[in-house]
């Protein structure tokens, strides 16, 4: 697919995108630790939370894609997904499709570590699969950053992610701190979610 030749927004007016969640499985009691996985309450904050946090990464770095993932526990098959895009990837608006776990998305919740890569990087990585079986149907990357959500105790809550910066630049040490910052906040408001729902 072709990718449209807008005009690169001014950081001050990043109102336009598209966001949405992909569910790999519904909720159930493998996917959460709270004493009520069942409460409505508890998965309309946590996404709330997610959802927002996808969109702010997006605009506070400057970049046409961006992604949260859910992942308790490292359990992928639970995983859900909270997506933002510029208009630059309208054509993928409707892409749902989860993500499996499997290459370089993993090592950053095995490893609770950033990692920020050129394109020219991320392809000679040796964990990269490419798309795997979405290869042709998966939106195209530039360049990645993705930062692990800690939590309390070290508890991993999944991964924020971006790609594609505005520009044509690649990803900097002040992005990974922005982002890791954000997602420290994030982490920490899911803590606090998950005590509240505990009681």
Sequence with gaps: MTLQNEAQPAHDTLHVGHTGVVVSQLLDEDWTPTADPSSNAFTEAIDGVLHLTADLARRLIGAHQAAAALIIEG??????KYFSLS???????????????????ADVVKQNVPIRLTQAELERHPDWCGFGTQAGRHPPMRGWLAVPLLG???????????SDKYDEQDFTEEDETQLTRLAQLTAKTLDAIHRMHSK
């Design 75 to 80: 359990d992928w098959t639970s995983m859900r």
């Design 87 to 105: 208009p630059r990837y309208a054509a993928w608006y409707d892409y749902r499709t989860p993500a499996v776990g499997f290459g370089i998305h």
């Design 152 to 162: 309390q105790y070290g508890r991993n809550y999944g991964l924020l992610q971006l």
